[in-house]
């Protein structure tokens, strides 16, 4: 274990601690997950530092990514029964069958981005 070295400023010891951020910008969370990283990072600064000093701003941001999935897994089928999507239409009419799925995504993910991402 290293030990924790303190440098002096005025009347003050200030720990010296060093973070690495450098490998952290490069890991892909996925869509969702760095959309919330990056959400946190320009608005969220004190939860951003929590998570980072913690060491669980990846855990929290692969169960973002999790849930955001799942949510789109569970609630794209229901929006898209309830606008009548279907493979029918889509064999019929493809630009109004485009149209429709094109509007329930960006239905569920309004709702993924304000439940999940920027809250």
């Given at each position: ?5 303190y ?12 973070l ?23 608005h ?24 955001a ?10 929006f ?28 569920v ?7 999940l991402?920027?809250?």
């Amino acid at each position: 274990m290293a030990e924790l070295t303190y440098t002096r400023v005025g009347d003050y010891y200030i720990p010296d601690l060093i973070l690495d951020e450098g490998p952290e910008q490069d890991v892909f969370y996925g869509k969702y997950g760095d959309l919330r990283r990056d959400y946190l990072r320009e608005h969220r600064p004190k939860l951003w530092m929590v998570l980072v000093n913690s060491g669980k701003l990846a855990d929290h941001l692969k169960g973002v990514e999790r849930m955001a999935e799942q949510r789109m897994d569970t609630l794209l089928p229901q929006f898209m029964k309830a606008a009548g999507v279907t493979e029918e239409l889509k064999a019929r009419d493809q630009i109004t069958w485009l149209g429709l799925m094109n509007n329930c995504k960006a239905r569920v993910e309004e709702n993924i981005f304000s439940e999940l991402i920027y809250c």
